[in-house]
Each structure stands twice: as structure tokens, then as C-alpha cells.
């Protein structure tokens, strides 16, 4: 049965990556995952909207890619060691902090895909995702944080899980089990989640494939690849037969597909 997160929604699919960031906005230092990126994507009319989880000292789970500020400005702090509130006051000026319970709050109509960052974040953003469980997708490259996190949000709303997609040991284990055709092995895996994310290749490893592509869509499992950012890429991608386009090009990914 397709999960709620995709249900109502046209195939294929825009994930704006961090939110929508334009060339516009970098030079006026808005920054991605902050609430100006989130607004822009929803702007944009994008439906799905990937972001990702960190806490802070405080325990307030924020979105926010990276461990710390340095890439966004320039402060070599890790996001753990500080408080909301002193997180507010740095991203001020690059396009303001968003918590995940703002973002949940501020934008009922936008779905969104959860990479859970930071180990110790599970249990709180799955009680924060839990009342939204049909509207979000939780995921992370570690499946242990990512099951973490369903079971957190399934204790606080057990009659609905979130979506999710797998991690790297399921994603693992699933390509071995299509080298060696094992059907049985591709069946179980798949059951265990809604969509596969995945890059085209990884360190020169070709990881999305026509086999790949046909065994998730027999088992009801969605395909998004990720980071597509130019125009013969998606459309090349499309063709191919993916569910969805992981970008940090929402707005040119939403005029090809639409």
C-alpha cells in the first residue's frame, strides 16, 4: 500500500534539496535548510521539501545541514554547543533559523524528507514528526539512527509510521542481493521501506541501475536520485523511469516536470 507522504501527489517527484537557495538569494547570504530556503521552495510550488536534522545544546531539533557553522558563516562552533537562540541570532542574517517544529507548523501543505543527522536527534524528531507522520519522510545513511527515529515517532502515534527510505546497510545489502539475483533477499529488503535515494554512482560505483529500478517498482518502492542539478540530467534521469529528483534546481526541476 503507498505510503500517505506520496499519496495525491504527481509522479515524478521534486525534492527541493535544502530548500530552494536561487543565485538571487546566495548573494544576499540566505543560506540552505534555513526558513528564507524553505519559504522559497514552497514558493516555488514545490510539494517536497528534503531537509536535515541536528540539536542543539538546548534540545531543539533544528534544520541544519552540517556539523557545524563554519561553511555558512564562518564559525568553526558545532551546532551541539550552541543554544537555539544562539543559533538564531548567527543565521539572522542568512535567512533565518527554522526548527523542525516551525517548519512542520509554518508549512502544512509541504511534505517533508528528514535525513536524521546527528546521533542523540532520534527520539526527539520522531516525537516532533509523529502527529505529521502521513506528511514526512524520515531517513538517514545510518539505519540504525533511521529506525531509531520511526520507532520514536511509532511510540507517540502507533497507528501510522512516517515514510521513509533506505540507509546505506539496507541500500548495501539490497545491491548485493541484486548481483546475485536473489529475489527472496530483494523481495524482504524492499518491504522494509517506501523509496530508495540514492546518487547515480558513488565513488565511481554505479549504484541506480534498470534492475534496480525494475525490483523497487514491483515491490511499490519509489526511486529518487539525488543531487540532480542540470537539465540534461533530469531529463535523462526521467526517461529512465525514477519517481522523483532530489535538487538544489527545485524551480527549473518543477518547469521540466510539470
Known amino acids: 500500500m503507498t505510503h500517505p507522504y506520496f499519496a495525491g501527489s504527481p509522479s515524478p517527484r521534486v525534492l527541493a534539496h535544502r530548500g530552494l537557495v536561487t543565485s538571487d538569494a546566495a548573494a544576499q547570504g540566505v543560506a540552505d535548510n534555513s526558513f ?13 521539501v528534503e531537509s536535515d536534522c541536528h540539536v542543539t545544546r538546548d534540545g531543539v531539533v533544528i534544520l541544519f545541514h552540517d556539523d557545524d557553522l563554519s561553511r555558512i558563516a564562518g564559525d568553526p562552533r558545532t551546532v551541539a554547543e550552541l543554544t537555539e537562540r544562539q543559533l538564531s541570532d548567527i543565521m539572522a542574517d542568512h535567512g533565518g533559523l527554522i526548527t523542525l517544529e516551525q517548519a512542520l507548523d509554518a508549512f502544512p501543505d509541504v511534505r517533508f524528507n528528514l535525513d536524521v543527522k546527528a546521533a542523540g536527534a ?49 541500500l548495501a545489502r539490497l545491491l548485493a542481493a541484486l548481483t546475485l539475483r536473489n529475489r527472496r533477499a530483494v523481495a524482504r529488503l524492499l518491504t522494509e521501506v517506501d523509496a530508495l535515494q540514492i546518487p547515480e554512482r558513488h565513488r565511481g560505483v554505479r549504484i541506480l541501475s534498470p534492475r534496480l529500478i525494475d525490483a523497487a517498482h514491483d515491490a511499490g518502492v519509489e526511486v529518487h536520485v539525488w543531487t540532480v542539478n542540470e537539465r540534461p540530467d533530469m531529463l535523462r534521469l526521467l526517461d529512465r523511469g525514477v519517481d522523483g529528483l532530489v535538487t538544489d534546481r527545485a524551480d527549473l526541476a518543477l518547469s521540466l516536470v510539470n
Do not use: K, N, W, Y
Not at 519559504?39 to 514545490?46: E, F, L, T
Not at 516532533?128 to 507522520?133: D, E, F, S
Not at 533511521?146 to 540507509?167: N, Q
Open 122 to 170: 532520534e527520539q526527539a524528531v520522531g516525537r516532533l514528526v509523529a502527529p505529521a507522520a502521513d506528511r514526512v519522510l524520515l531517513t538517514s545513511f545510518s539505519d540504525t539512527r533511521r529506525l531509531a527515529a520511526l520507532a520514536a515517532a511509532e511510540r507517540s502515534r502507533p497507528d501510522l509510521r512516517p515514510a521513509t527510505s533506505a540507509g546505506s546497510g539496507v
Open 36 to 48: 528564507a530556503a524553505v519559504a522559497a521552495a514552497h514558493a516555488a510550488g514545490a510539494t517536497f
